[in-house]
């Protein structure tokens, strides 16, 4: 048997997905700056290995951030723009899925870096990140645009109770 999912249904539900990961990551980034900047936490006298993972960060980051962009714009383009908006959208979500999961990584790593090494302006990274997230979070009109949507698939997506996908 399948599920009909309505606009506003399938927005609530991949907004939730989407944002839990954001959230997880910018708490725990914040507990960790917390407890590094409280003192309870005594950071590696070794200077090499931190100088090593702030390195390896950066790359992270930089891997991260440009695989996010890559692999969604490729896991989109995979998805056959002739079929209806039924079909389409199941192939969405593992590529929203995908993005998440690259920008979430820095972000993590950042916050463990930071707890190994005491930096505390690593504490920018998940920051910043969360506020990517916010800016490329799956709304209507970036769905719209990104799947290039017909004027008719547009409006279903604007009208909460219009069936948008099924499962």
Known sequence: MSQSFTSQKYFSQINLIYFTQAGVMLVFAAVVFALVYSGQFVPTADQSLADNL????????IVGYAGAHFLYRHM?????????????MP???PALLARSACLELPGMLAAVVLFLTAKLYLFAIPVFTFI?????????????????????????????NAIIAER
């Open 54 to 61: 702030t390195y390896l960060l950066t790359a992270v980051v």
């Open 76 to 88: 989109l383009s995979r998805i056959d723009k002739t079929k209806d908006l039924k079909q389409k």
């Open 91 to 93: 192939g969405y979500l």
């Open 132 to 160: 990517v997230f916010y800016l490329m979070r799956p709304t209507p009109a970036s769905i719209a645009e990104d799947l290039q949507l017909s004027d008719k698939e547009r409006s279903m997506l604007n009208d909460p």
